[in-house]
């Protein structure tokens, strides 16, 4: 089975700072992707970034970024330059390569941007 | 471009109704997932078609059932409705799973 933790329930960070979200996961599997989703308080899940557990560069979108370590079988996320639409709930959630069209999300991080 | 839209946003039932809920995915995404998200569950799949078959499930009651149109739209059903079926449910439509999936806004369901 695959769990996915996030073990920072709340998080925040002042306005133009840089805040990191951690997440692990635990899995037998080897070829898997991972993503980071948002949702704010409009409610719709939104993709930041996603990394494919096969590649060894970490992901990259803008002011988002991952430090993907696999044997640790971590995937933090990093926000630089925090602005306050990025105020929302985060998700780190993991999804087979190969068979499986599911997510396995983690129970969130509520990260508010304080101006 | 259309986003994945979904009726109704907001819905009330009372115990022991059925409800409807209904998913338009992005046009070309054969793919449809459902989730329920609770406060205390978090986020739960529900299930996945693709060109109108079930390709997988998750771990609900035989009460929970979906289908998928020759169109990719999609309905989930819950009969039989229970105080513990309020939830969030989200729908999320896909071209192709590596690149995610994109999701809609919601139907907030409340069961009294």
């Known amino acids: 089975a695959q769990t996915v933790t996030q073990s920072q329930p709340e998080m925040s960070v002042q306005e133009a700072e840089t805040v990191t979200l951690s997440c692990t996961y635990d899995?037998?599997?080897?070829?898997?992707?991972l993503f980071w989703y948002k949702q704010p308080p409009s409610r719709q899940m939104i993709l930041v970034i996603r990394?494919?557990?096969?590649?060894?560069q970490n992901a990259t979108e803008n002011r988002f970024s991952v430090n993907f370590q696999k044997a640790a079988k971590s995937f933090s996320l990093k926000i630089s330059d925090s602005q306050l639409g990025d105020t929302a709930m985060y998700f780190c959630a993991f999804m087979k390569r190969l068979i499986g069209n599911q997510f396995y999300f983690g129970t969130g991080t509520s990260l508010t941007v304080i101006p | 471009k259309a986003g994945v839209t979904q009726t109704p946003r907001y819905l009330i039932k009372t115990r022991g109704q059925q409800v409807t809920l209904s998913c338009s995915p992005i046009?070309?995404?054969?793919?449809v997932s459902w989730y329920q998200q609770t406060p205390g569950q978090g986020l739960q799949f529900l299930f996945e078609y693709f060109s109108e078959t079930q390709r997988n499930k998750g771990n609900f009651p035989g009460r929970f059932s979906g289908r998928q149109f020759s169109n990719s739209r999609s309905e989930m059903n819950v009969s039989t409705l229970e105080l513990g079926d309020s939830a969030l449910y989200l729908c999320a439509s896909s071209l192709d799973r590596a690149w995610g999936y994109t999701f809609g806004s919601g139907t907030r369901l409340t069961v009294v």
């Open positions: 046009s070309g995404h054969r793919s």
């Open positions: 990394q494919e557990a096969y590649k060894q």
């Open positions: 899995t037998s599997e080897n070829n898997y992707y």
